[in-house]
């Protein structure tokens, strides 16, 4: 199956970027009520939320309870050719500034 060329929904991307973020800093696999409380949003929300991720082959869910999931892309940007350059100096951020421009 081909990644649709959609772009994320904010919701989404946050959902995403919890999930790469958490899956960095703790060794504890995140709990629903976690994400429930990170994001503001109830568990079949995100249910639906995770199924579009994976679906869009942004994550692999191998367990719901706890959530138990592989990260396949950490974020859109490279799939749809966004690219920014420095008008400055003609060229593009490198990936460490670009990594950290994600998390903001």
């Not at 503001?40 to 869910?61: A, T």
Request: glycine share 4%; charged share 35%; proline share 3%.
């Amino acid at each position: 199956m081909i990644p649709s060329e959609r772009r994320l929904e904010d919701i989404e991307r946050k959902v995403l970027r919890i999930l790469v973020n958490y899956s960095k800093i703790r060794s504890t696999p995140l709990k629903m009520e976690n994400l429930q409380k990170f994001t503001g949003k109830r568990e079949g929300r995100l249910h639906h939320i995770l199924g579009v991720l994976e679906q869009e082959k942004y994550v692999e869910i191998e367990s719901r309870q706890p959530l138990r999931y592989r990260i396949l892309k950490e974020f859109e940007a490279h799939e749809l050719n966004w690219h920014r350059k420095s008008h400055d100096k003609g060229h593009e951020f490198s990936d460490a500034y670009r990594n950290q421009m994600e998390l903001f």
